[in-house]
């Protein structure tokens, strides 16, 4: 059974910075495509950044160059590592797994989410 758990979300003011992480059980984040993705209330779900299970990592226009995802495979965890963060980027973020080595569309499993709150 596969099990993501994201932690980290916090309330910071812009231009702060904040790590989130996705603690896996039941699969192998180092050998897949996992993504993190972000949901405010009445706004389509934004996949903001993506790592296939080749390493190659992918970003949506608006984090690039602000937002860095990682892996630390010993740990079996996905990270999101947010700098010069705007009121924006306030949602509820989470991280998904699609159980394949390519990124498409969809995913296979995702978790609840944990929530970012930038004021200005």
């Known amino acids: 059974q596969v099990q993501l758990v994201e932690s980290g979300g916090d309330s910071v003011q812009a231009g702060g910075s904040l790590t989130l992480s996705c603690a896996a059980s039941?699969?192998?984040?180092?050998?897949?495509?996992m993504d993190w993705f972000r949901q405010v209330p009445g706004k389509e779900r934004e996949r903001v950044a993506s790592?296939?299970?080749?390493?190659?990592?992918s970003y949506s226009d608006s984090v690039q160059g602000r937002f860095t995802i990682r892996r630390d495979n010993a740990k079996n965890t996905l990270y999101l590592q947010m700098n010069t963060l705007k009121p924006e980027d306030s949602a509820l973020y989470y991280c998904?797994?699609?159980?394949?080595?390519?990124?498409?569309?969809?995913?296979?499993?995702r978790g609840q989410g944990t929530q970012v709150t930038v004021s200005s």
């Open positions: 998904a797994a699609t159980f394949s080595r390519y990124c498409g569309p969809r995913f296979n499993s």
């Open positions: 039941g699969v192998t984040v180092s050998t897949i495509c």
């Open positions: 790592v296939d299970g080749f390493g190659t990592t």
